[in-house]
C-alpha cells in the first residue's frame, strides 16, 4: 500500500486555477493591532505554536518561538451573495471568554449586529503538535442559513514580514488546500468540511477580501500569488459540515477549517507540512494518504 501511495502522482498536484494572481507585489504590509484580549498556547512543550486573539478573531500566530510571527491575522466572512458582506473584526458584535478557567483556550460568539446569524469559534493548540485548531458553528434565522456563504482569510507574514511571500492552491486527495512560504518557512490550510473554491492574491489588488466586497460573491480564483503582500481564502463546504453545523480548522507552518503551522525547511525536528496533515484534524482518508507519500513539483521551494 505503501509504494502505490508514493507513486501515485495524483494525490498531490497543483491547481493552476485562473493563473497567478494579478497587483503584485500589493500593498505595503502593516501588522494587526496591538490591542488583545488574549494570548494562547498548548500545555505541552512539544506543541511549539504561540497565539493572540483580539476583535474577534485570530491576530499573529508564533512558531516555533514566542518572538516569531509566522501570520498577520486570520478571520471569516459572511455574505449572503447579494446584499452585504461581513468581516468578522469589523461588523461583528464580539464576546469574548475562555473555554475553561484553567485552560488557554479561546471562544468567541460573534453575532450579526441583527441579531440574523452568529458564528461561535473555539480556539486552541494542538497539545502535542505545533497546530492551531478552530471550531466554528453557523447558527442563525432558517431562511437565512442557507443562503450564506463562509470563507477564511488569512494572511501569511512568514519569518517575520509580509514582504516576499508565495502561495500556491493545492489539492491533496481530492481536497483543496493553500500553501504559501518564504525561505525556509511554509505553512498550511485547510478545512474539515473542504473547500468549494480557493484563491490566493496580492494585498489590495487581488486577494479574496477585495473581491468579495466588489459584489458581494467570489469572482476570482486564482492559483497563485508569487513574492508579495498576499493573503488566501477558502470558501467552506457548508453541506459538509456535521450534523450540529460546526466545522473545524487548523493551520500549522492548522467545526469549519484547519491550518498547518509553518515550519522550518532543512529542520532535522520537521517533515513537510502536507507529510503532517495528519496531526491538523483533517479527515482520517487524507491522514493516512499523506504519510509517506508526498510527491510535489521541485518548484515548491518550502518543501
Given at each position: 500500500?505503501?509504494?502505490?501511495?508514493?507513486?501515485?502522482?495524483?494525490?498531490?498536484?497543483?491547481?493552476?486555477?485562473?493563473?497567478?494572481?494579478?497587483?503584485?507585489?500589493?500593498?505595503?504590509?502593516?501588522?494587526?493591532?496591538?490591542?488583545?484580549?488574549?494570548?494562547?498556547?498548548?500545555y505541552s512543550a512539544s506543541s511549539r505554536l504561540w497565539f493572540t486573539c483580539?476583535?474577534?478573531?485570530?491576530?499573529?500566530?508564533?512558531?516555533?518561538?514566542?518572538?516569531?510571527?509566522?501570520?498577520?491575522?486570520?478571520?471569516?466572512?459572511?455574505?449572503?451573495?447579494?446584499?452585504?458582506?461581513?468581516?468578522?473584526?469589523?461588523?461583528?458584535?464580539?464576546?469574548?471568554?475562555?473555554?475553561?478557567?484553567?485552560?488557554?483556550?479561546?471562544?468567541?460568539?460573534?453575532?450579526?449586529?441583527?441579531?440574523?446569524?452568529?458564528?461561535?469559534?473555539?480556539?486552541?493548540?494542538?497539545?502535542?503538535?505545533?497546530?492551531?485548531?478552530?471550531?466554528?458553528?453557523?447558527?442563525?434565522?432558517?431562511?437565512?442559513?442557507?443562503?450564506?456563504?463562509?470563507?477564511?482569510?488569512?494572511?501569511?507574514?512568514?519569518?517575520?514580514?509580509?514582504?516576499?511571500?508565495?502561495?500556491?492552491?493545492?489539492?491533496?486527495?481530492?481536497?483543496?488546500?493553500?500553501?504559501?512560504?518564504?525561505?525556509?518557512?511554509?505553512?498550511?490550510?485547510?478545512?474539515?468540511?473542504?473547500?468549494?473554491?480557493?484563491?490566493?492574491?496580492?494585498?489590495?489588488?487581488?486577494?479574496?477580501?477585495?473581491?468579495?466586497?466588489?459584489?458581494?460573491?467570489?469572482?476570482?480564483?486564482?492559483?497563485?500569488?508569487?513574492?508579495?503582500?498576499?493573503?488566501?481564502?477558502?470558501?467552506?463546504?457548508?453541506?459538509?459540515?456535521?450534523?450540529?453545523?460546526?466545522?473545524?480548522?487548523?493551520?500549522?507552518?492548522?467545526?469549519?477549517?484547519?491550518?498547518?503551522?509553518?515550519?522550518?525547511?532543512?529542520?532535522?525536528?520537521?517533515?513537510?507540512?502536507?507529510?503532517?496533515?495528519?496531526?491538523?484534524?483533517?479527515?482520517?482518508?487524507?491522514?493516512?494518504?499523506?504519510?509517506?507519500?508526498?510527491?510535489?513539483?521541485?518548484?515548491?521551494?518550502?518543501?
Open positions: 500500500m505503501g509504494n502505490r501511495i508514493m507513486n501515485d502522482q495524483h494525490l498531490y498536484r497543483w491547481l493552476n486555477q485562473q493563473g497567478e494572481a494579478f497587483g503584485a507585489p500589493g500593498l505595503e504590509p502593516r501588522w494587526t493591532s496591538s490591542v488583545k484580549d488574549a494570548v494562547g498556547t498548548a483580539s476583535h474577534g478573531i485570530v491576530n499573529e500566530v508564533y512558531h516555533p518561538t514566542i518572538d516569531s510571527a509566522q501570520i498577520r491575522d486570520m478571520e471569516f466572512l459572511v455574505t449572503d451573495g447579494e446584499t452585504f458582506v461581513h468581516e468578522e473584526k469589523r461588523d461583528l458584535v464580539s464576546t469574548f471568554e475562555y473555554i475553561h478557567p484553567e485552560a488557554l483556550g479561546i471562544r468567541y460568539v460573534n453575532r450579526d449586529s441583527g441579531g440574523r446569524y452568529t458564528l461561535t469559534k473555539e480556539i486552541i493548540s494542538d497539545p502535542h503538535h505545533s497546530v492551531l485548531l478552530t471550531r466554528v458553528r453557523l447558527e442563525g434565522h432558517e431562511e437565512l442559513i442557507p443562503r450564506l456563504k463562509v470563507y477564511v482569510l488569512l494572511a501569511p507574514h512568514l519569518g517575520g514580514g509580509g514582504e516576499g511571500n508565495t502561495a500556491r492552491a493545492l489539492d491533496v486527495a481530492g481536497h483543496k488546500m493553500l500553501l504559501a512560504w518564504k525561505d525556509e518557512w511554509s505553512l498550511a490550510m485547510g478545512a474539515s468540511c473542504g473547500f468549494s473554491r480557493v484563491s490566493c492574491g496580492f494585498v489590495g489588488a487581488s486577494d479574496g477580501w477585495r473581491d468579495l466586497m466588489d459584489m458581494y460573491t467570489m469572482d476570482w480564483e486564482f492559483g497563485s500569488a508569487s513574492n508579495g503582500n498576499i493573503a488566501v481564502i477558502g470558501e467552506l463546504e457548508l453541506c459538509a459540515a456535521g450534523a450540529d453545523g460546526a466545522a473545524n480548522s487548523r493551520w500549522r507552518s492548522g467545526s469549519a477549517k484547519a491550518i498547518i503551522p509553518p515550519y522550518k525547511k532543512r529542520s532535522a525536528h520537521c517533515r513537510c507540512p502536507l507529510s503532517n496533515i495528519e496531526h491538523a484534524s483533517l479527515s482520517s482518508g487524507i491522514a493516512w494518504r499523506t504519510l509517506s507519500g508526498l510527491r510535489l513539483s521541485p518548484a515548491m521551494a518550502a518543501s
